[in-house]
């Protein structure tokens, strides 16, 4: 018999990109309705990273509607997550940018990484 060390090995991705705090990224979930699967992007801020291995999560937070901040909490390796895509890197100080809950325009703005 396996250990459940190497079941949950098994599941873990290989193809995720190099992200952490401050990029933007989209998250590319598959939604379930009924008998058919659409992908539906859920694009916003990197608050933080949390865990390693298998159980590794995500917090990404964007902005609805203009002012309403939504925050969604994605395990890294979920089969339900068909891909992540960084497309802006941010420039922050942290790891966990939990200050940015309380900014709204312009000063919750993080400046663009320059390689």
Request: avoid cysteine; hydrophobic fraction near 40%; charge should be positive.
């Amino acid at each position: 018999m396996r250990a459940l060390f190497d079941l949950v090995e098994d599941y873990k991705k290989t193809d995720i990109p190099d992200f952490k705090a401050g990029d933007t990224v989209a998250a590319h979930v598959i939604i379930k309705e009924g008998n058919k699967e659409r992908i539906q992007v859920f694009q916003g801020i990197v608050i933080q990273r949390r865990g390693s291995g298998a159980t590794e999560t995500v917090t990404i937070r964007k902005i609805s509607a203009g002012e309403i901040g939504v925050e969604r909490i994605f395990p890294i390796h979920s089969p339900i997550i068909s891909k992540f895509e960084v497309l802006r890197k941010g420039k922050v100080r942290r790891a966990r940018i939990f200050y940015i809950r309380k900014l709204k325009g312009k000063s919750a703005r993080i400046k663009e990484k320059l390689s």
